[in-house]
């Protein structure tokens, strides 16, 4: 069974830092695409961040460059999001996502067919 174990969220002030973690079990991650995704309350699923399978490029939204990055650890089947410098604005609830196969760009949510359940980053001002 595939399933995705997102972890990390929580509550920290604007500047601070925290990692989220996306736990994969069922697959090997490092043939699939894993990307980030967040959805504050009102809005719209924003498209994060991914990392493609095979030569696990990177890619970000313009509102996240810079500050976070994200990485993967195939021994421990884990993708990784680190967030620093952290803005009020990125308080959302953050989900993780898989889909086979390689990406050249930051792919839209609905290509994905595996999601986590989300983790909750609050950030304060």
């Known amino acids: 069974e595939v399933q995705l174990q997102a972890s990390g969220g929580g509550l920290v002030q604007a500047g601070g830092s925290l990692r989220l973690s996306c736990a994969a079990s069922?697959?090997?991650?490092?043939?699939?695409?894993i990307g980030w995704f967040r959805q504050a309350p009102g809005k719209e699923r924003e498209g994060v961040s991914c990392i493609s399978s095979g030569h696990g490029s990177t890619f970000y939204a313009d509102s996240v460059k810079g500050r976070f990055t994200i990485s993967r650890d195939n021994a421990k089947n884990t993708v990784y999001l680190q967030m620093n410098s952290l803005k009020p604005e990125d308080t959302a609830v953050y989900y993780c996502?898989?889909?086979?196969?390689?990406?050249?760009?930051?792919?839209?949510?609905?290509?994905?067919?595996?999601w986590g359940q989300g983790t909750q980053v609050t950030v304060s001002s």
């Open positions: 069922g697959f090997t991650i490092d043939l699939y695409t």
């Open positions: 996502a898989a889909t086979y196969g390689s990406t050249g760009y930051l792919i839209p949510a609905p290509t994905y067919n595996y």
